[in-house]
């Protein structure tokens, strides 16, 4: 078993003399300093000029250029996309670092396949809250936090993982659990399970079972309900019960369809190309071609976009979105 790290296991107070300067003010940045503020915690933002800066103002905080951020700051959490990670830091943070100083992330993508490489005299460290920002910021209002996992991959102050721990703790993480984990391994894995399940997976087996039932002949809308708006409640049911609290919510005839017909359907074959994926996380290939794509202006990632926004069960989807209310 991992140890599971709670609010007894962190101390706040170690962080006392130090400024933590977000870096970012979007998804994971806004929120985390919301909460790391609300913590008790001095907080500093870097930022372009633009939205994001007038957002952080509004919201109270001290706001800086990156590069001035960077050198008030003596914790340097980098809360922009992965792939600008690389620039920023080369143009922005590193000539910031001086000894002893922390680079913090929440993911290690930029870490782990060497876009960013600090120096050997500061520590790098994470604290990955596995939630969309908004949901960190709400759990925390509600006295609870989303879980997070934490990561030293340098300790030159001896005391990386009891700064980690106590960032975890100031996000709200440390009230329902936090696991140690390594910059690979939270990498690796985060990639291999959104390409798999989360993201790739799920988007694919809704879209195919959905295609499946409009050839047979159903109409796209029923289709919808079916295979995508169905989905969600599915979900919650594993969430809150697990797999068998789930199937002893559904129907005898779905409990013995899905028992009996899943494994036809996600098949050793899906599982092999599940392999694949992973491997090509392991060696580094999906990151590089994701590297190459981005630095060359991101033309395919908008095509397929494109694509998918034209597909049927977007279209339908959209309509009984906007039938129920749900979306504008
Ligand atoms: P966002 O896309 O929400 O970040 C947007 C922020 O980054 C904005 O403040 C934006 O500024 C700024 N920004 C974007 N590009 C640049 C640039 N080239 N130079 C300067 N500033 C820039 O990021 P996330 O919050 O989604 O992700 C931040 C980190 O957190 C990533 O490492 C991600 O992997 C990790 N993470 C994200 C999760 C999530 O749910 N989103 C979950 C767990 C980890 P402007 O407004 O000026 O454009
Ligand atoms: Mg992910």
New binding site residues.
């Given amino acids: 078993m991992v140890r599971v790290y709670l609010d007894r296991d962190a101390d706040l107070s170690i962080l006392r003399d130090e400024v933590i300067a977000i870096i970012?003010?979007?998804?994971?940045?806004r929120n985390q300093a919301l909460n790391l503020r609300d913590s008790g915690l001095r907080v500093i933002i870097g930022?372009?000029p633009?939205?994001?800066q007038k957002l952080a103002e509004e919201d109270g905080f001290k706001v800086y250029p990156?590069d001035e951020a960077s050198e008030r700051g003596t914790i340097i959490y980098m809360?922009?996309?992965?792939m600008?990670h690389r620039?920023?830091y080369e143009k922005h943070v590193k000539d910031r670092l001086s000894e002893g100083k922390a680079l913090c992330?929440?993911?290690g993508?930029s870490i782990h396949y060497k876009q960013v490489i600090p120096p050997p005299f500061v520590d790098v460290i994470m604290v990955?809250?596995k939630g969309?920002?908004p949901i960190v910021r709400e759990a925390y209002l509600n006295g609870s936090g989303v879980p997070a996992l934490i990561a030293v991959q340098q300790d030159y102050s001896g005391k990386a993982k009891e700064k980690a721990l106590a960032i975890a703790k100031g996000i709200g993480a440390t009230r329902v659990g936090v696991l140690e984990t390594t910059f690979k391994d939270e990498t690796e894995s985060d990639l291999i399970g959104e390409q798999t399940v989360l993201v790739g997976g799920l988007m694919e087996l809704i879209k195919k079972g959905f295609e499946v039932l409009v050839e047979e002949g159903y109409p796209p809308e029923l289709a919808y309900f079916e295979a995508c708006n169905e989905a969600k409640l599915i979900i919650d049911l594993i969430y809150r019960s697990g797999l068998t609290g789930m199937l002893r919510a559904v129907s005898d005839t779905a409990k013995y369809g899905g028992l009996a017909v899943g494994p036809k359907i996600i098949d050793e074959h899906v599982k092999e190309n599940m392999r694949a994926a992973a491997r090509r996380v392991k060696d580094g290939s999906f990151a590089e071609e994701w590297i190459q794509e981005y630095e060359s202006g991101g033309e395919n990632l908008e095509r397929l976009m494109r694509e998918l926004e034209d597909h049927p069960l977007e279209v339908v989807g959209k309509k009984i979105r906007r039938m129920a209310g749900l979306e504008r």
């Fill in positions: 970012g003010y979007g998804s994971q940045g930022c372009r633009g939205r994001s990156i809360l922009i996309p992965d600008a620039e920023v992330f929440s993911h993508f990955a809250p969309p920002g």
